[in-house]
């Protein structure tokens, strides 16, 4: 199948798209700020540079876009389009997502990856973050496939 948008679309588009500060990014940090936790933003002097760090906590929290990430919800499908390009690039983002947060757990640090899906909804948020939040556990990943 070949790609529905012009080149010229296909750039503003692909331009647009945020690494950091995103909405979901933000519906996060809103939801940690309205009830008293304090955080760290893109800690370049970690693996992976989380999105967010919770340091006194040592949780470090990925919150990843769904497409870009290949999540398995309806959000996370693989375009038609450029296959041979798409494919390998999002298994190697899932590679390197996988590198770093085993990197980070390494260094003693828990890890929580948000999907963009899960984010929406601000009761599923909280079922996810509060637990993890007043856990001691060492590594936690949210639902893997919930859309």
Known sequence: MTDTRTPEQRRRIMQAVKTKDTGPEWAVR???????YRYRLHRKDLPGRPDIVLPGRRLAI???????????CEKGRAPKSRLEYWGPKLEANRRRDASKAAELEAQGWRVLTLWQCEIADEATLSAVLLPVLESGKISIDSAPETG
């Open 30 to 36: 809103r939801w940690l700020h309205a009830r008293g």
């Open 62 to 72: 990925f919150v990843h876009g769904c497409f870009w990430h290949n999540h398995g």
